[in-house]
């Protein structure tokens, strides 16, 4: 009787890794190449006109959260560097938690709505994607500056008698994010809510819960995969935000990839930015990490 478990021969691994060779290859070349750089030159030591000199040092890894004095070398806290981590940290966990309180019932709605329908309903969320970031950027700064739509339609209204500072604060980078972020929360959501079976609904409202309970009852636990690969999906992006922070903060609300393009620019500490662009890495490596551990936990622990 002949085996069923065809075990491939040496010719045929051989084969399949000779397939593979041009991809892995392009894959070391262009993805861990740079990254590979980069950690090195956050080793070194910084050049006196930038770029670097080929001399080990640990001061970049030491600069990113202390700092020592001019006059007395006494060592402290990093305090502008601790408090752009922080705005970073938190500008994306707020766009997180507003897009999905955005997010959800979008994609809910669309997943209520006929077969028919839907279709349309997300090319209207994808249209956004198909304009430049930085268009989509400067079109947020014509809504919210002092002269903007907002500003003259409330001042119109007799809502308020002078225009809202709202421009280069960190209310209107957030808001720039949310807006170039959130179809990216509709679409896992949305994508957990089409194969979501709506007769559990029913079943619950049968069973004398009311809209609040099912919610969290039977909704939220359905379709709480896509809710954190939405949420991981904008909080990546939004952690590493260039565009957004540098035209609606105006450069004085820096996150930290302005601060990571400040040392490769101005700061000519090239080691120092390549030290905050492997610890921007190792936050996303660990937000990642937390992402498959909750997905395989959703799976029942086959992640």
Same mark, same amino acid.
């Given at each position: 009787?002949?085996?069923?478990?065809?075990?491939?021969?040496?010719?045929?691994?051989?084969?399949?890794?000779?397939?593979?060779?041009?991809?892995?290859?392009?894959?070391?070349?262009?993805?861990?190449?740079?990254?590979?750089?980069?950690?090195?030159?956050?080793?070194?030591?910084?050049?006196?006109?930038?770029?670097?000199?080929?001399?080990?040092?640990?001061?970049?890894?030491?600069?990113?959260?202390?700092?020592?004095?001019?006059?007395?070398?006494?060592?402290?806290?990093?305090?502008?560097?601790?408090?752009?981590?922080?705005?970073?940290?938190?500008?994306?966990?707020?766009?997180?938690?507003?897009?999905?309180?955005?997010?959800?019932?979008?994609?809910?709605?669309?997943?209520?709505?006929?077969?028919?329908?839907?279709? &349309?309903? @997300?090319? +209207?969320?994808?249209?956004?994607?198909?304009?430049?970031? /930085?268009?989509?950027? !400067? $079109? *947020? %700064?014509?809504?919210?500056?002092?002269?903007?739509?907002?500003?003259? &339609?409330? @001042?119109? +209204?007799?809502?308020?008698?002078?225009?809202?500072?709202? /421009?280069?604060?960190? !209310? $209107? *980078? %957030?808001?720039?994010?949310?807006?170039?972020?959130?179809?990216?929360?509709?679409?896992?959501?949305?994508?957990?809510?089409?194969?979501?079976?709506?007769? /559990?609904?029913?079943?619950?409202?049968?069973?004398?819960?009311?809209?609040?309970?099912?919610?969290?009852?039977?909704?939220?636990?359905?379709?709480?995969?896509?809710?954190?690969?939405?949420?991981? /999906?904008?909080?990546?992006?939004?952690?590493?935000?260039?565009?957004?922070?540098?035209?609606?903060?105006?450069?004085?609300?820096?996150?930290?990839?302005?601060?990571?393009?400040?040392?490769?620019?101005?700061?000519?500490?090239?080691?120092?930015?390549?030290?905050?662009?492997?610890?921007?890495?190792?936050?996303?490596?660990?937000?990642?990490?937390?992402?498959?551990?909750?997905?395989?936990?959703?799976?029942?622990?086959?992640?």
């Amino acid at each position: 009787m002949a085996n069923a478990t065809h075990r491939p021969s040496f010719t045929e691994r051989h084969s399949q890794w000779v397939l593979l060779a041009p991809a892995l290859t392009l894959l070391c070349v262009a993805a861990f190449g740079p990254l590979f750089i980069v950690a090195v030159y956050s080793f070194l030591t910084p050049g006196d006109y930038g770029g670097v000199v080929w001399k080990f040092s640990t001061e970049a890894w030491f600069n990113v959260f202390a700092e020592r004095d001019i006059f007395d070398e006494t060592i402290g806290f990093a305090d502008a560097h601790l408090a752009i981590f922080w705005r970073s940290l938190r500008l994306a966990l707020i766009t997180t938690v507003v897009a999905f309180l955005f997010g959800f019932p979008t994609a809910y709605f669309i997943a209520t709505r006929p077969a028919h329908q839907r279709n &349309l309903w @997300m090319l +209207l969320i994808m249209v956004p994607f198909w304009t430049n970031l /930085l268009i989509r950027t !400067f $079109a *947020i %700064m014509e809504l919210i500056r002092n002269e903007g739509v907002v500003n003259t &339609l409330l @001042m119109g +209204l007799g809502i308020i008698n002078e225009p809202i500072q709202m /421009l280069y604060t960190d !209310f $209107a *980078i %957030m808001v720039g994010m949310l807006y170039v972020y959130l179809p990216l929360m509709v679409l896992p959501i949305y994508a957990s809510l089409e194969r979501f079976d709506f007769s /559990l609904v029913e079943a619950g409202y049968d069973l004398y819960a009311n809209r609040l309970k099912v919610l969290r009852k039977v909704i939220l636990p359905v379709t709480r995969p896509g809710i954190v690969a939405g949420s991981i /999906l904008v909080l990546i992006p939004a952690l590493g935000a260039y565009v957004t922070p540098r035209v609606l903060g105006g450069g004085k609300r820096m996150m930290l990839g302005n601060l990571i393009e400040l040392q490769f620019g101005q700061g000519r500490n090239w080691p120092l930015g390549a030290a905050l662009a492997m610890l921007l890495l190792l936050i996303v490596m660990a937000t990642m990490v937390f992402y498959v551990r909750a997905a395989g936990r959703e799976g029942g622990g086959h992640g």
